[in-house]
């Protein structure tokens, strides 16, 4: 079967680092996905990661291993906007996405 | 202003009501999408459209059914809503080519069948 594998709740402190990891098992591999979701809202797209390496866009950065099945997402100089779920999917063969459950980051003053 | 509408936001309904959901996207995109989330949990893929006239289902696709008649249009209707049907509904739309591609979604519509 197909699996996204990421922790469940993540707590952390206002200016610190954060990195959620998220591995897979898929029926192939066309990119992953991580978006943000605050409660109650919808997702919002974050980065996209088809080729190993790490992208990085502004305070936020996203890491791909196709080789591991494993991608994190790290936050830096985290804000109190930044309490949200973190949703990571991956793009199978058929092009279809499979959602993980999501991780909440709760930031603390 | 959002360039992917669903209507109603929130929706609380009785047993055995047909409901149809409304979803409407401004930006030319073929792909659209119908997920359901409970809280805290992943999304499911209920129902998706590559382009008008063409409509599949997903992998939850329960009792519900969609049509594609116009490129920005994805309604999703429940013919007997039943308490189980209780969720949030979220629309999304892609563009891009071979399947990839950022989704944009709607802000959820939230169904509470009673």
């Known amino acids: 079967g197909q699996n996204i594998d990421q922790p469940t709740e993540m707590t952390a402190t206002e200016g610190a680092i954060v990195q959620i990891n998220c591995t897979y098992q898929?029926?192939?591999?066309?990119?992953l996905f991580w978006y943000q979701q605050h409660a109650g809202e919808a997702p919002t797209f974050l980065s996209y990661n088809v080729l190993d390496g790490l992208e990085e866009k502004g305070r936020f950065s996203s890491f791909l291993s196709r080789s591991k099945g494993y991608s994190y997402l790290l936050l830096k100089e985290l804000q109190m906007k930044d309490s949200a779920s973190y949703l990571c999917?991956?793009?199978?063969?058929?092009?279809?996405?499979?959602w993980g459950a999501g991780t909440k980051l709760i930031i603390k003053p | 202003e959002a360039d992917i509408c669903q209507t109603p936001r929130y929706l609380v309904i009785g047993t055995g009501k047909k409901i149809t959901l409304e979803c409407s996207q401004t930006m030319g995109h073929d792909k659209m999408y119908w997920y359901q989330q409970d809280p805290g949990m992943e999304l499911h893929l209920i129902h998706y459209s590559y382009g008008v006239n063409s409509t599949e289902k997903g992998d939850l696709s329960s009792e519900s059914t969609v049509s594609r008649i116009r490129t920005e249009h994805f309604p999703l209707t429940l013919e007997s809503a039943r308490p189980s049907h209780t969720s949030q509904y979220l629309c999304?739309?892609?563009?891009?080519?071979?399947?990839?591609?950022?989704?944009?979604f709607g802000e959820g519509s939230r169904l509470t069948v009673l």
């Open positions: 999917a991956v793009l199978d063969s058929n092009y279809q996405l499979i």
């Open positions: 898929t029926s192939g591999f066309n990119g």
């Open positions: 999304a739309s892609s563009s891009g080519k071979e399947d990839t591609g950022e989704l944009f």
